[in-house]
């Protein structure tokens, strides 16, 4: 019994000192060339439209309501962080070239942009809306196809909270 005992306990110790899986990012090392070639605006080749910018460690992508994310290269995979880890792998990157495969395993190929106007894609504007703290009233007039229109606003603001 004693034997059986010292056998699991080797078996057990064995298996939980073993490798750790291929995707264990803390420890390998970052490819820090391949992130430097990533730099810069990249282009879609079939849509020749700005995808996305790279800048530093993170990804700005073009879509507005896409927030921007956390990205590392290790060996051949692109790992972004975001709610969740996900990793592309890369197929092909050079200083003007960049192709990696979708979550739904399509291949990617992306050209960096020489455009400088491509930057106008990633400016965020954030929207200010106006707090008003009394009763506010504006009146206008305007004439459409000859007739004289009245615009009416009253604005009574309130502590109460609509949900």
């Not at 298996?15 to 430097?36: I, M, R």
């Not at 495969?101 to 291949?107: A, K, L, R």
Request: aromatic share 12%; proline share 3%; charged share 25%.
């Amino acid at each position: 019994m004693k034997n059986v005992a010292v056998s699991l306990m080797a078996i057990f110790f064995a298996a939980c000192s073993g490798n750790k899986s291929p995707h264990s990012l803390q420890q390998e090392k970052e490819d820090l060339s391949a992130k430097g070639l990533l730099q810069g605006i990249w282009l879609d080749d079939e849509t020749e439209s700005p995808l996305m910018r790279v800048e530093g460690d993170t990804i700005y992508y073009a879509d507005v309501q896409s927030t921007p994310i956390a990205f590392k290269i290790i060996r051949d995979t692109l790992y972004t962080y975001g709610n969740d880890t996900t990793y592309y792998k890369i197929d092909k990157q050079a200083e003007h070239i960049f192709w990696f495969h979708s979550i739904t395993d399509d291949v990617i190929k992306l050209h960096k942009s020489e455009d400088a106007n491509d930057s106008i894609y990633f400016v965020r504007q954030e929207l200010v809306i106006p707090a008003y703290t009394e009763v506010t009233k504006r009146d206008s007039v305007v004439t459409y196809n000859g007739t004289r229109y009245r615009a009416y606003v009253y604005i009574n603001p309130s502590k109460m909270r609509v949900i």
